[in-house]
Antibody
Framework: EVQLVETGGGLIQPGGSLRLSCAAS????????MSWVRQAPGKGLEWVSV???????YYADSVKGRFTISRDNSKNTLYLQMNSLRAEDTAVYYC??????????WGQGTLVTVSS | AIRMTQSPSSFSASTGDRVTITCRAS??????LAWYQQKPGKAPKLLIY???TLQSGVPSRFSGSGSGTDFTLTISCLQSEDFATYYC?????????FGGGTKVEIK
């Protein structure tokens, strides 16, 4: 059974850093497109970043230069390193995967709150 | 980045209704479009990819059409479990984007 479990969310002050993890089971992270998608409270879905099976990475303009997506193949885990956090980064962050860059598997989400 | 515009943003409908949601891309995206359903407090669920291909396990009352810049999601006979928010997503560009969402509410 495919499962994605995100961890690492929490309350962080503006300007701080946080690393999210997404542990995958039932498939191989390195063979799939893996993405982070966020949803601010009461708002719609916003794509954040994607890592292709070949290793290429791409970012939304809103996070480029501040966030870094990566994966650890030995742990079958996806990461999102978030630096210079802002209030507008407050959201539920979902990990998602697919064989193409649309996503048929999603985690339950982890809440990141940026506030002083 | 390619902008995806959905309309309407919300509407009310009754069980049994045929409903159509529209998604427009700011530039041509061929058929590189997916549709998702999201219920409150839950992760999105993939319904359709490649504009018109139904994801495995999704009821056949859902259908998608379109190519280029204009796309539609149709629910042929609305069921109680279909009241949710629907999103389109383009994957033509490396920079993926979602539409703003369409909330389908009970009339």
């Amino acid at each position: 059974e495919v499962q994605l479990v995100e961890t690492g969310g929490g309350l962080i002050q503006p300007g701080g850093s946080l690393r999210l993890s997404c542990a995958a089971s039932g498939f191989t992270v390195s063979s799939n497109y893996m993405s982070w998608v966020r949803q601010a409270p009461g708002k719609g879905l916003e794509w954040v970043s994607v890592i292709y099976s070949g290793g290429s990475t791409y970012y939304a303009d809103s996070v480029k230069g501040r966030f870094t997506i990566s994966r650890d193949n030995s742990k079958n885990t996806l990461y999102l390193q978030m630096n210079s956090l802002r209030a507008e980064d407050t959201a539920v962050y979902y990990c998602a995967s697919g064989r193409r860059p649309y996503f048929n598997y999603w985690g339950q989400g982890t809440l990141v709150t940026v506030s002083s | 980045a390619i902008r995806m515009t959905q309309s309407p943003s919300s509407f009310s409908a009754s069980t049994g209704d045929r409903v159509t949601i529209t998604c427009r891309a700011s530039q041509g995206i061929s058929s590189y479009l997916a549709w998702y359903q999201q219920k409150p407090g839950k992760a999105p669920k993939l319904l359709i990819y490649a504009a018109s291909t139904l994801q495995s396990g999704v009821p056949s009352r859902f259908s998608g059409s379109g190519s280029g810049t204009d796309f539609t999601l149709t629910i042929s006979c609305l069921q109680s479990e279909d009241f949710a928010t629907y999103y389109c997503q383009q994957y033509y560009s490396y920079l993926l984007t979602f539409g703003g969402g369409t909330k389908v509410e009970i009339k």
